[in-house]
C-alpha cells in the first residue's frame, strides 16, 4: 500500500513540476487570449476524453467571475463535440481544447481562431499554444488541467486591467 501512495504522490510531483516549467507558455496563452478578448473575440471551449465537464467550468468561470470586480467575459461551452466550430467561431474568438483529438483544432485554425489546447501525456496537436499535463493518469492530468485554466482565468484578467499583453 505504502509503495502504492508513493508512486502515486510522484507522479503528481512530476506533472506539477512539469506544469511550473511550462510557466512562460502559460502567460502566452494568456496574453494572446487577452487580446482576443479585446477585439470582442468570444471563449469557445470543448473536452475530449472526460474533458466536456471541464469545458463547461471554463465557460462558466469566464461568464461569470466569482471574484467582485472581475468582468465577465464572453464563453461558451461546445460540450465534447467541436463540429459546431466552423458555424458557431468567428476569427477572433479562442478555442480551448481540453485533451482534443489531433485535428479537432484544424477547422478553428484555417477561420484565423485562436486555438489553445490543454494536452495529456506527451500529445502535441496542432494549435497556437498547446499547454501539457505531463502523465498519462488521467486524474492527475485533469488536477493539472484544472489549475491551468484557472491560471489562464486569471492572467487574462491581469492582463485586461492593465491593457497590456504578454
Known amino acids: 500500500m505504502a509503495e502504492a501512495l508513493d ?8 506533472a ?5 516549467a511550462e510557466t512562460r507558455a ?8 487577452s487580446a482576443r478578448f479585446r477585439s470582442g473575440g468570444r471563449l469557445l471551449a470543448f473536452g475530449r476524453n472526460g474533458g466536456a ?7 462558466v468561470e469566464f461568464t461569470h467571475p466569482v471574484i467582485v470586480g472581475k ?19 468567428r476569427p477572433r474568438d ?41 502523465s498519462e493518469d488521467p486524474l492527475i ?7 491551468m485554466y484557472h491560471l489562464l482565468w486569471e492572467l487574462v484578467h491581469l492582463f485586461l486591467e492593465g491593457e497590456t499583453e504578454a
Open 71 to 89: 468582468r465577465a467575459l464572453p464563453a461558451l461551452s461546445l460540450g465534447e463535440d467541436p463540429s459546431t466550430l466552423p458555424i458557431l467561431g
Open 94 to 134: 479562442i478555442v480551448l481544447g481540453i485533451r482534443p483529438a489531433p485535428d479537432d483544432l484544424a477547422v478553428a485554425r484555417e477561420h484565423g481562431m485562436l486555438t489553445v489546447a490543454l494536452t495529456m501525456g506527451r500529445r502535441r496537436p496542432e494549435a497556437d499554444h498547446v499547454l501539457p499535463a505531463l
Open 7 to 14: 508512486q502515486a504522490r510522484a507522479g503528481r510531483d512530476a
Open 53 to 59: 465537464a471541464d469545458a463547461a467550468h471554463v465557460a
Open 16 to 20: 506539477g513540476t512539469a506544469l511550473v
Open 26 to 33: 502559460v502567460v502566452a496563452a494568456a496574453g494572446a487570449m
Open 141 to 147: 492530468a485533469r488536477e493539472i488541467h484544472v489549475t
